[in-house]
């Protein structure tokens, strides 16, 4: 009798494993590949300018210039276009970033709301990137922007209601 306790026993424990690898197998099969800045098409052509000087000053290497990102949406079955500019991409100890330069005419306040606003369309772009570079031109500074992992004690939210 205790021999077929374990039949039963090894039995269930390998259908277990079988179910188990079927989800996971099936879950990694369907899970959305992140884009990658490796295989990103640059742009070669670097223009010059203060922010470039300030980048390499504090070691990245420009390995792309500004680029254009066309997007297209589809709202009450119409399609309206719009585009995202990155003004360069830049490189250091093989971490690539995506560099954003201040526009004098568009200041940016370092509140969560203003950064999500402006920033978190490229964050989430790109989520390959390690983070994006904000580049002051009139301050001189660098500013390294990244996208945290939702922790639940840095954000409690009473003010929902």
């Known amino acids: 009798m205790d021999g077929q306790y374990d039949t039963i026993f090894i039995g269930v424990l390998a259908v277990c494993l079988i179910l188990w690898l079927f989800f996971g197998l099936r879950n990694w099969v369907n899970r959305p590949t992140p884009v990658s800045l490796s295989g990103m098409q640059l742009n070669v052509k670097i223009q010059d300018?203060?922010?470039?000087?300030?980048?390499?000053?504090?070691?990245?290497?420009?390995?792309?210039?500004?680029?254009?990102?066309?997007?297209?949406?589809?709202?009450?079955?119409?399609?309206?276009?719009?585009?995202?500019?990155?003004?360069?991409?830049?490189?250091?100890?093989?971490?690539?970033?995506?560099?954003?330069?201040?526009r004098r005419r568009q200041p940016i306040d370092m509140t969560g709301p203003a950064l999500r606003d402006r920033f978190l369309n490229y964050l989430l772009l790109y989520p390959g990137c390690e983070g994006l570079l904000y580049v002051d031109v009139e301050d001189s500074d660098i500013k390294l922007i990244r996208l945290m992992d939702y922790q639940e004690d840095v954000y409690d939210g009473d003010d929902l209601d």
């Not at 300030?54 to 589809?74: C, D, H, N, R, T």
């Open 49 to 102: 300018s203060p922010a470039l000087d300030l980048l390499e000053a504090q070691g990245y290497e420009v390995i792309g210039g500004k680029m254009k990102v066309p997007l297209a949406f589809e709202a009450n079955e119409s399609v309206y276009y719009s585009r995202l500019f990155i003004d360069y991409v830049a490189e250091r100890e093989d971490l690539r970033y995506l560099v954003k330069t201040s």
